[in-house]
């Protein structure tokens, strides 16, 4: 029997075009009008939009792909988010007054208004087709994570086959429950960028915030093989071999201070997570044969992440955000553009800086044609 493989598509806002770029050549590597080639669809915080496009489209994974790419090319910050011209200013009144309880309780503190992407996500996700992909076995589960603020639990929400149960463990669990937009608003409501979202009786903010393991639901969901698109370049054997010899006096800024916990909430964790699991894997490859019986088989995994730096390239698209978010990162100390660069990263929804990392993606996943191939390449018996 197959091993269920997997799709997990980790988060970072504006980076997550990468995805798309990596899935685009997938679409090339599939034979045309066949299925989604990933039972398992697990996302987090924009990776959770790309995950439930796929869902909504898995009967026909070529036509899935160029959807989700056509939005990506096409999108720009005011589809996403919008702000107010005096962002700074906005949001420190707004911060005095819920510090004094004067603030709307029912206005969470955000320093920019994600309306726009309700619109947008509305328009190009049909919510029921999940239903029906599960009903005709072209899914098996899809799963949309988000980070709790009553409990602090990471929150998997997810629809499956009917033997899929729900679970419980350590600030993490996973719910059964019908998605919906809220749910999609709410894993990717990166705290203090945008608003916390609502989904039944509780607040949630970004999927990536407090999630221990990227791929924790995914083994829960059944699946045995993983295919990881990350958002960093950190795993490059250039990023290993490079020495760091930028030196700097000064105390970092708060747009270097943003930038950093983003990459510490939706990066590290990720390869933290692939690391151990490649451990593991590999002791229980060593083990002798009668021994290997005792434990379960090893998960065969498969990470497409970024032959460049994101932050590099950023750098060469900052002047395409709206004048307002220039502004608030220069305001935040970021007026040298190394210094914003990752901030802005994650901000980037222009055509300009999506379409380079959609064709850098599509670039990698096509150099690794033959890896990919062997692993979408269905079992044969022994």
Known sequence: MEDKRALILSGGGAR??????????????????????????????????????????????????????????????????????????????????????????HSPIALMDNAPLKTLLETFIEFPNIDTALKQGHLSALAVTAMSYSTGESTTFFEAEQNIKPWQGNRRKGMIDKLTVDHLLASSAIPTIFPAHKVQDHYYGDGAIRQKSAIYPALQLGAKKLFIIGVSGNRSPKKWSSKHTDKSSNAPSMAQILGQLLNSAFI??????????????????????????????????????????????????????????RI??????????QNASSAASYLLFTPEYCRALIELGYKDAMWEKDRIQAFLREDTPS
């Open 16 to 105: 997550a075009a990468y995805q798309v770029g990596v899935l685009s050549a997938l679409g090339k590597m599939v034979e045309k009008g066949s299925p989604l080639p990933f039972p398992i669809l697990c996302g987090t915080s924009a990776g959770a939009l790309n995950a439930t496009m796929l869902a909504t489209n898995a009967n026909n994974f070529t036509k899935a792909v160029s959807k989700l790419a056509f939005v990506w090319r096409h999108l720009t910050p005011d589809q996403i988010y919008t702000m107010g011209r005096w962002p700074i200013a906005s949001s420190v009144t707004r911060t005095l007054l819920a510090l004094f309880h004067l603030q709307n309780r």
């Open 328 to 337: 608030l990162l220069k305001a935040t100390g970021g007026s040298i553009s």
């Open 268 to 325: 590290d964790n990720l390869e933290d997570d692939i690391r151990q699991l490649e451990i593991m894997n590999n002791l229980i490859r060593d083990l002798p044969e009668e021994k290997k019986q005792h434990h379960a088989l090893p998960t065969e995994t498969l990470i497409i992440s970024p032959s460049e730096e994101l932050n590099a390239i950023s750098e060469h698209y900052i002047h395409t955000l709206p004048k307002n978010v």
